[in-house]
T-cell receptor, first 114, second 112 residues
Framework: GESVGLHLPTLSVQEGDNSIINCAYS??????FIWYKQESGKGPQFIID?????DKRQGQRVTVLLNKTVKHLSLQIAATQPGDSAVYFC?????????????FGPGTRLSVLP | DTEVTQTPKHLVMGMTNKKSLKCEQH?????MYWYKQKAKKPPELMFV???????INESVPSRFSPECPNSSLLNLHLHALQPEDSALYLC???????????FGPGTRLTVL
């Protein structure tokens, strides 16, 4: 299940199950949305992006869904593996006169149970 | 080579010290970024360089001074930092036709 509190929200899933990580974004003018994975002691790693005029994009074992009506983004991971354990961040990209502005969401820790 | 390197890996400094963080990439990327990340928080954008020119400065205090000497290097000069500046400092680069940012492993900074 998912818990939200003073600590980083955590989602615990059984190995082999599908994971769904959710994110709410703030700016309806954002052009792109990105999901990152950050393992302990490492920098964030790009997973997948989606343009604001799309609803769905699929990658290898991952699917990103975008619902602009409610400003909601989700990342689905199929057949979750122990190596998927990490913190997942969504980010929105807003193009400004000065360049691209990346704004990260608060993050969700995914814990894969054996 | 799809790697962004950062040095040092760890840095401990006093509030009166001057130090520099270094970032290097050889992917030909012309956009480079500095982020600050506190524990259990998302990265916060500090600076963006595009074609060696500072294009975004997210109202960062002047005790942080970025420098982009060439298209492969990015420095962050630190002076008179405060203990609350202790964090993981991440560098990233991005190519011209992609949203994919490549992040380095970060420098863990502790200010005493």
């Amino acid at each position: 299940g998912e818990s939200v509190g003073l600590h980083l929200p955590t989602l615990s899933v059984q190995e082999g199950d599908n994971s769904i990580i959710n994110c709410a974004y703030s700016n309806s003018a954002s052009d792109y949305f990105i999901w990152y994975k950050q393992e302990s002691g490492k920098g964030p790693q790009f997973i997948i992006d989606i343009r604001s005029n799309m609803d769905k994009r699929q990658g290898q074992r991952v699917t990103v869904l975008l619902n602009k009506t409610v400003k909601h983004l989700s990342l689905q991971i199929a057949a979750t593996q122990p190596g998927d354990s990490a913190v997942y961040f969504c980010a929105e990209i807003l193009r400004t006169f000065y360049g691209q502005n990346f704004v990260f969401g608060p993050g969700t820790r995914l814990s894969v149970l054996p | 080579d799809t790697e962004v390197t950062q040095t040092p890996k760890h840095l401990v400094m006093g509030m009166t010290n001057k130090k520099s963080l270094k970032c290097e990439q050889h992917m030909g990327h012309r956009a480079m970024y500095w982020y600050k990340q506190k524990a259990k928080k998302p990265p916060e954008l500090m600076f963006v360089y595009s074609y060696e020119k500072l294009s975004i400065n997210e109202s960062v205090p002047s005790r942080f001074s970025p420098e982009c000497p060439n298209s492969s290097l990015l420095n962050l000069h630190l002076h008179a930092l405060q203990p609350e500046d202790s964090a993981l400092y991440l560098c990233a680069s991005r190519g011209p036709s992609s949203n994919e940012q490549f992040f380095g492993p970060g420098t863990r900074l502790t200010v005493l």
